[in-house]
């Protein structure tokens, strides 16, 4: 079968002190037949420098004049790329070595209803370890659709492989979204697409303290957008929509934002009545955070 280029994306913004280690996981791939573009979101440190002491030709640096955030970056980088499949990674993160080559032998297989595969991850926060997606999302009894809106569904963009015409097709990333844009993405290819998966761990998530993930407003913000763009689609569904605010609810609490995250559970009762993680989830707010977390902690190690 003929090597298609895949275009590797990296947004990156202020990391010049791990981006070397994401770029380097990308060039060290057992597939060859790709272009690596980093987009600078206006960075202040030497990423350029770092950038430019790689002496690859398959590199390009790309940067944007003022911060435009991770979506912008990423739409960036499509547009530059000259791939017929496009990947992502994130500057704080690592690629096993042959993370392209399995991905790109499953997708050559695939027919035009596939947009594209995503692969299984380790996630590693301090001492802590887990392996990703969890068995909600790799259940093929519910749809991806289903699993999207309920928001359990942890598939990273640097997991991802995409054809590039389904992608282009349903309009990239919503650069209004500082958060939750790789599931606001996957959600709109899922409803015209399907996704393959390799079930195995070809990516090492490094969680930093100073990630964006830890941007409480970015992403109550970014839930409104979602909420309010795919309106109809939770109005059909309410107990999927009560999962969407019992998820948004509990990251609240998590970060320390107890009335929001109260409110959020609230919701998730109006609309669900019967959803108990909802009523636990209440009551448990009333610890406050430190109460809040361990309870969780507490409901994981026992759950598993």
């Known amino acids: 079968m003929a090597t298609p280029l895949v275009s590797v994306i990296i947004p990156t913004y202020n990391r010049a002190h791990v981006l070397g ?3 380097h996981s990308v060039l060290a791939q057992t597939y060859e037949g790709l272009e690596l573009i980093v987009v600078d979101d206006a960075s202040t440190d030497n990423t350029q420098g770092l950038v430019e002491r ?5 590199v390009r640096y790309l940067r944007h004049d003022h911060n435009k955030g991770g979506g912008a970056a990423r739409n960036t980088g499509i547009a530059a790329a000259q791939g017929e499949y496009i990947a992502f990674q994130d500057s704080d993160d690592e690629w096993l070595v042959e993370k ?7 997708l050559q297989t695939t027919g035009s209803a596939v947009a594209g595969v995503y692969c299984g991850y380790i996630r590693r926060a301090g001492d802590r370890v887990s392996y990703l ?16 809106l309920c928001l359990y569904c942890p598939i ?6 995409l054809k590039r015409k389904p992608l282009i097709e349903v309009g990239c990333f919503d650069e209004r979204l500082r958060r939750r844009q790789d599931g606001e993405l996957l959600l709109r290819l899922s409803l015209t697409y399907e996704l393959e998966v390799v079930d195995e761990p070809l990516v090492v998530m490094n969680i930093l303290t100073e990630r964006v993930t830890n941007d409480v407003a970015a992403l109550i913000k970014a839930e409104e957008i ?11 569904h309410p107990g999927v929509l009560a999962s969407r605010f019992y998820g948004l609810g509990r990251e609240k609490c998590h970060n320390g ?6 409110r959020d559970f609230i919701n998730a009762i109006k609309v669900s009545p019967l959803h108990w993680r909802a009523w636990g989830a209440l009551l448990l707010s009333m610890f406050g955070t430190n109460g809040f977390i361990a309870a969780a902690r507490l409901h994981r190690r026992l759950r598993t």
Do not use: M
Request: proline share 4%; aromatic share 4%.
């Open 21 to 23: 280690r994401a770029i």
């Open 54 to 58: 790689i002496k690859d030709s398959r």
């Open 133 to 148: 997606p969890g068995p909600q999302c790799r259940d093929r009894k519910v749809s991806l659709v289903t699993k999207l």
């Open 100 to 106: 392209l080559e399995r991905q790109v032998s499953l």
């Open 257 to 262: 934002v107890l009335a929001l995250g109260r």
């Open 226 to 236: 979602i909420l309010a763009k795919h309106q109809e689609y939770f109005n059909k």
């Open 156 to 161: 990273g963009t640097q997991t991802l492989l």
